[in-house]
């Protein structure tokens, strides 16, 4: 006897569908639609003069070196974020969740960092470093180090690199302790029968049966190191000193909006997009078969 | 990023059905004046409304310059416009150049019956706003000019005696205050560009850009490749270098590092006076920006920072009325007065000017008067204002520059020439999209 769900109506899984697809159609398609439709014409911000240019926009931003830069500073700044913050909650979690004391104080702390918003962590980093004021930037100075992220490029990259990484550990983190929970004891015990010590079992036991947690925050913290970093560049360094900190976003977001040239933004919002589009297909295409789930 | 727009767009859509329609017709006014300021533009905006009964302004706060004209762009777009909006000086030549999409505020006044009179503004500030044939086309609401702030009690420290006028001056200061631990900086600025490039073009009479800085057409180019901009760039550098000079970012910055004692020395905007006097816990002056003797011409007039309000096309004409009756309210001699009093922006009228002198006030607040005393001059055409397409990303690329610069990467020539290149490459692009 067949006992799956059948609709015998056409229409009721479409209606069904239909509120998701709405939202997806219209905060999704469309806008991605009109950036590429966009991006081949040149006009002026009121949208008075429109001037069909065709790859114009395309081909003034690849003949950019500054734009080039741009994307070398994303790379740079979405591998350190995305390995940093993963080693460094990875560590956390399987010490926390080793822990043997004060096990609930430690999560909760560490979880906290989840709940600020990225504006404002940008601007508590920036305390912290400030030049003249800031305290680390004091500490710094007693090992003969002179911090000035205002205009040391390498600096300020790292600046919004420590930022970023912190501001995401409480997530990666939260996923981690999950994933370390659902590992059977009965698996570790045996390893420890075996006489694995803890850095054998973690290598050979634990980390791949984490794997399938590993590959979603690794897709989760690429696509949060391209977009959502957005308000903590922006609080923090506004893509400088010179252009050492504009990310790609960053800059589609500068170009649009404050300097309302629609053509060029939207040429390179469609850039960024066929990335991550190839950097998703990447990562299902080539690291998820290393997954063990 | 599109999500704001249609964001901005419906927001706009839903204030402008949800209000009930009386006979009284509203006047919708987009600001940017958080604050104080924005209790001030609600507190004229009160007044005007309680004087007559015909028209409502309802001013509303739209967040920064930046985001309330792409709010504004967004609303026009979708034929939903506020009547005024506020622009900063920078926007502009975006502005004039939508020329079916904005009212020229001389043609409305005239059109409304409204007496308009162009010499009663002070012409260095109505000036930015005025077309090459002398029409107004919006108008100068909060004007401010750099200037220079200095910390009485640091000099004193460091035993400087008279107060810098020059360049060099001011280096020599710096390095007296270091040398004497009587602050943490000698020097620092807000505006970097603002400031160092085009206050410094403007008050040593040279051009900024060519076609008298884009006011004679949208052909300009930069003209900052000089023997005198490098020598103030290079000066830069070195004294970044030596300590003298402290880089604190490219937008005001500046102006609280001054405030907090860190920095002896400041240039910033003269509308940072409210906030400095409220926060120093020192004895501070306020005086001319500093030039460089060996350039002739030098002091000529600096040039204008702030906002002016733009009036949006496609409206019903009853309501220009409206908001011609309001900027006559606005240029009032008293409400320019106080305005400028408590605010630190300039008057934009000479009768404001003349009305605040005669009370007294530049007396009793000694430094008030600075910014005034260097716009009332008679302007050049090198020195009328800066109009150039593109500018918001003229300025960033000029300020990307200077850091890279200051960094010791390049030096002031490779600087001024890379300003100059890709400065110019925005301008032709602008030059494109306006035809």
Redesign the interface.
């Known amino acids: 006897m067949d006992k799956r769900v059948v609709f015998r109506s056409r229409w009721v899984p479409w209606a069904l569908l239909a509120p998701q697809l709405t939202i997806i159609l219209v905060f999704f398609y469309w806008p991605a639609i009109q950036a590429v439709v966009q991006s081949v014409f040149l006009q002026d911000a009121f949208g008075g003069h429109l001037q069909f240019v065709g790859l114009e926009n395309f081909e003034q931003l690849f003949g950019d070196p500054l734009y080039l830069n741009s994307i070398r500073v994303t790379a740079v700044f979405s591998v350190a974020v995305t390995v940093m913050g993963l080693v460094i909650s990875l560590t956390l979690a399987y010490f926390a969740d080793r822990a043997l004391k004060a096990k609930l104080a430690f999560r909760t702390l560490l979880i906290w960092p989840y709940a600020v918003a990225p504006a404002v962590a940008g601007v508590l980093w920036l305390f912290m470093f400030s030049p003249t004021l800031g305290v680390v930037a004091h500490w710094l100075k007693n090992f003969g180090v002179t911090w000035n992220h205002l205009i040391d490029g390498d600096q300020a990259l790292l600046l919004i690199v420590l930022a970023s990484v912190w501001k995401q550990i409480s997530y990666n983190f939260i996923f981690f302790l999950a994933g370390l929970q659902s590992i059977p004891k009965g698996v570790l015990e045996a390893a420890a029968i075996d006489g694995a010590g803890a850095w054998r079992t973690f290598r050979a036991i634990v980390f791949p049966l984490l794997s399938p947690t590993t590959f979603f925050l690794f897709v989760v913290n690429i696509v949060y190191a391209f977009f959502d970093t957005f308000a903590i560049v922006d609080s923090m360094t506004s893509g400088g000193p010179g252009q050492s900190t504009e990310i790609l976003v960053y800059k589609v977001y500068h170009d649009g909006f404050k300097a309302l040239d629609i053509g060029g933004s939207s040429a390179q919002s469609v850039v960024l997009m066929v990335i991550v589009i190839a950097l998703t297909f990447v990562q299902f295409r080539y690291i998820e078969r290393r997954v063990q789930y | 990023?599109?999500?704001?727009t249609?964001g901005a767009v419906a927001f706009a859509a839903a204030g402008a059905f949800s209000v009930p329609s009386y006979a009284v017709t509203e006047i919708q006014w987009w600001h940017s004046m958080g604050g104080s300021l924005g209790e001030r533009v609600n507190s004229l905006a009160d007044r005007f409304n309680k004087s007559q009964s015909e028209y409502k302004v309802v001013a509303t706060y739209k967040g920064t310059y930046?985001?309330n004209?792409?709010a504004s762009?967004a609303a026009?777009?979708a034929g939903n416009a506020p009547h005024i909006t506020q622009v900063f000086e920078v926007g502009t030549a975006?502005m004039m150049?939508?020329?079916?999409?904005i009212m020229p505020v001389e043609k409305m006044m005239t059109d409304a019956g409204e007496k308009f009179d162009r010499a009663a503004y002070v012409p260095a500030v109505a000036g930015y706003y005025t077309t090459a044939k002398g029409e107004m086309l919006s108008f100068p609401f909060n004007s401010s000019t750099a200037v220079f702030y200095y910390n009485k009690d640091a000099l004193a420290a460091a035993g400087v005696s008279k107060v810098p006028e020059t360049w060099p001056e001011v280096a020599a200061a710096a390095a007296k205050v270091k040398a004497a631990g009587a602050a943490?900086?000698g020097y620092t600025t807000s505006w970097p560009s603002w400031v160092h490039l085009e206050n410094f073009s403007a008050w040593h009479n040279v051009l900024f850009a060519t076609e008298n800085n884009g006011f004679g057409g949208l052909k300009g180019k930069l003209a900052i490749n000089t023997p005198l901009h490098e020598k103030h760039m290079a000066n830069l550098a070195d004294w970044?270098k030596k300590g003298y000079f402290?880089?604190?970012?490219?937008t005001s910055q500046g102006d609280s590092?001054f405030s907090?004692g860190?920095c002896a020395m400041f240039t910033g905007s003269s509308s940072a006076y409210a906030n400095v006097k409220r926060n120093a816990k020192f004895n501070f002056g306020i005086s001319k920006l500093p030039y460089y003797t060996d350039a002739p011409g030098a002091p000529q007039n600096s040039v204008i920072g702030g906002a002016s309000l733009w009036v949006m096309a496609g409206k019903p004409k009853g309501d220009y009325k409206g908001v011609a009756k309001f900027f006559s309210f606005l240029s009032q001699p008293e409400i320019q007065a106080e305005w400028h009093q408590g605010t630190g922006y300039l008057p934009i009228t000479l009768a404001a000017y003349e009305l605040t002198k005669k009370s007294g006030f530049y007396d009793t607040n000694p430094g008030t008067d600075v910014a005034v005393q260097q716009m009332i001059v008679k302007t050049t055409d090198k020195s009328r204002g800066i109009r150039l397409g593109?500018f918001?990303?003229i300025r960033?690329v000029i300020?990307?520059?200077m850091?890279?610069m200051?960094?010791g990467?390049q030096d002031a020539k490779q600087a001024l020439a890379k300003m100059s290149s890709?400065g110019d490459e925005l301008l032709r692009?602008f030059e494109?999209?306006?035809?």
């Open positions: 990023m599109r999500r704001l249609i930046p985001e004209m792409a762009i026009y777009r975006t150049a939508a020329k079916g999409a943490k900086c970044s402290e880089y604190a970012g490219r590092k907090a860190e593109n918001v990303q960033n300020e990307e520059e850091e890279a200051l960094a990467k890709r692009r494109r999209t306006a035809q």
